[in-house]
């Protein structure tokens, strides 16, 4: 049953890695020198010393070299990580819940003696999945017929001897730059299919990480996405037929895998809040204004309190949602709504954090907006969450037609 009352496994791990960020990633996350500049590079070291912690592997089962955690671990490892640095987090979340999927259920035996060994013994060992954007889509296509010539990606072409061709564009996919396993979904004759594809693959071209500032012309560009991603192209890219991923023409990503990634990425929207609300009281409790603390003045600490309801109750809606995610029983069985919790979380999360973020960038006054202060970063980093993929005007729709009953037609 959903219980609240956390392992002492899961508080272990809990520990270790709020110390690992305490004393090793918010000292450089957060040095001036690195919040001033636009630029902000993946941190490659301490994401390396955290794949040799075993985070990167953590949702693995203990037969394939991981630690068995499940989605509720992941997001209390995934917070604490975020509280500390929200693009080292992110780049973890991908790899974790792609090989939780790939690993454990997707891949032929073949296949995951092919790549487990790899992904398991090298720490620099990161997925990442190139597909057709299904928000997107869904927030132009609603009540349209889905256009397949009016979306990007890739194509597959079957050839005489089995193998495939693919060609394609995908303006952006998560974590490109550190990918040494890319799972590609390319429209068929036949569907959508999934191909394994590695690094260094002849016709397979990731493109430089996104830039913050174009040298070019001088101009600075939004950063919408946390952690590294870049362009992937595919120039006539030929793999065999054994790269299938599942069945052809049948995605391998089924509704469990989009559950738990949201989860995720909403654990990691929670950590960005409690750094910026760990800060906030900090500073509160030093700054002295009429002879006293100013969090003991009304007005902050209203904000203050505000800032903690909205950490608990998104913290309460991922967990359930991750349990939820675990035992699909409970569903069945009416245990828990039949609403699509994982939306509910990410949706509530994205919103309450950002405004938790502005709430405590007030209680630094004008300090909060200076760049070599973290709490602009948090601002930042919450607005991406609030507006960049995987909520947009459209998100929300899931959870309309559960409450209504309504299937969309399939593209």
């Known amino acids: 049953m959903f219980n609240l009352h956390l392992t002492a496994e899961q508080l272990e791990f809990r520990d270790t890695v709020r110390d690992f960020v305490q004393n090793e990633v918010k000292p450089a996350a957060l040095h001036p020198a690195r919040l001033e500049p636009f630029e902000k590079p993946l941190l490659a070291e301490l994401l390396d010393y955290a794949s040799r912690m075993g985070l990167r592997t953590l949702a693995l089962s203990e037969a394939a070299g991981g630690a068995g955690a499940d989605t509720l671990t992941s997001c209390i490892v995934l917070e604490e990580l975020a509280a500390g640095d929200v693009d080292i987090a992110m780049a973890l979340a991908v790899t974790q819940g792609l090989g939780r999927t790939l690993f ?37 296509n609603y009540h349209r017929e889905d256009l397949a010539e009016a979306r990007g990606g890739a194509t597959a072409e079957k050839q005489s001897n089995g193998d495939w061709v693919i060609d394609g564009t995908f303006a952006f996919v ?10 590609v979904q390319a429209r068929t004759g036949s569907g959508n299919t999934a191909f394994l594809i590695p690094k260094g693959t002849v016709g397979l071209t990731v493109g430089e990480p996104g830039k913050a500032f174009d040298a070019a012309d001088g101009r600075s560009l939004a950063r919408w996405y946390h952690g590294t991603g870049s362009e992937v192209r595919f120039d006539a890219c030929r793999v065999a037929a054994d790269s299938v991923l599942g069945k052809e023409g049948a995605s391998a ?18 950590g960005v809040g409690r750094a910026a609300y760990d800060a906030a009281v900090d500073y509160t409790r030093i700054r002295v204004q009429g002879g006293r603390p100013i969090i003991q003045h009304q007005s902050i600490g209203a904000i203050l309190a505000d800032c903690a309801i909205k950490l608990e109750l998104a913290r309460t809606i991922i967990w359930k949602a991750a349990w939820a995610a675990d035992n699909p029983e409970a569903v069945t069985d009416r245990s828990v709504s039949e609403l699509p919790l994982h939306t509910i979380a990410r949706v509530y999360t994205a919103e309450a954090m950002h405004e938790a973020t502005l709430g405590a960038a007030e209680c630094f006054g004008a300090m909060g907006v200076m760049r070599d202060m973290p709490l602009q970063k948090y601002v930042h980093d919450a607005f991406v969450f609030l507006n960049g993929s995987g909520h947009d005007s459209a998100t929300k729709l899931g959870i309309a037609e559960a409450v209504a009953g309504y299937e969309r037609a399939a593209a």
């Open 104 to 140: 454990e259920s997707a891949m032929s035996d073949a296949q995951r003696e092919r790549h487990l060994g790899r992904f398991t013994e090298e720490h620099a060992y990161h997925l990442a999945f190139a597909g057709d954007d299904a928000q997107a889509e869904r927030a132009w």
């Open 253 to 270: 990503f089924d509704a469990s895998h989009d559950a738990r990634a949201q989860v995720l990425i909403a654990a990691v929207n929670l």
């Open 174 to 183: 998560p974590n490109a730059p550190i990918a040494q396993l890319f799972v």
